[in-house]
């Protein structure tokens, strides 16, 4: 009898960066995230509780504008 490898499919990461803006939206700093799909990336992103507007990019691709974090 032959015996069959399991295959695991591994989701494989991509790199997305968060950049931070400041009052005039220019780039003051960035924070790089490693995400399954873009999902994972806005909920990581969104994690980070920044107090400022940030936009999520892969690569050349904007993803999406964040608002500043709401305080509780």
């Known amino acids: 009898m032959m015996q069959q490898a399991i295959r695991q499919e591994s989701r494989q990461e991509a790199n997305y960066i968060v950049y931070i803006l400041d009052g005039v ?3 003051r ?3 790089w995230i490693a ?3 873009d ?3 806005m909920a990581q992103a969104r ?5 400022t507007q940030c936009e999520l990019w892969q ?3 904007k993803i999406s504008r964040l608002a500043p974090a709401a305080d509780d």
């Open 59 to 61: 690569r050349t691709r």
């Open 29 to 31: 700093g960035a924070e």
């Open 47 to 51: 994690r980070l509780n920044l107090s």
């Open 35 to 37: 995400a399954c799909d």
């Open 25 to 27: 939206g220019k780039i």
């Open 39 to 41: 999902a994972d990336a």
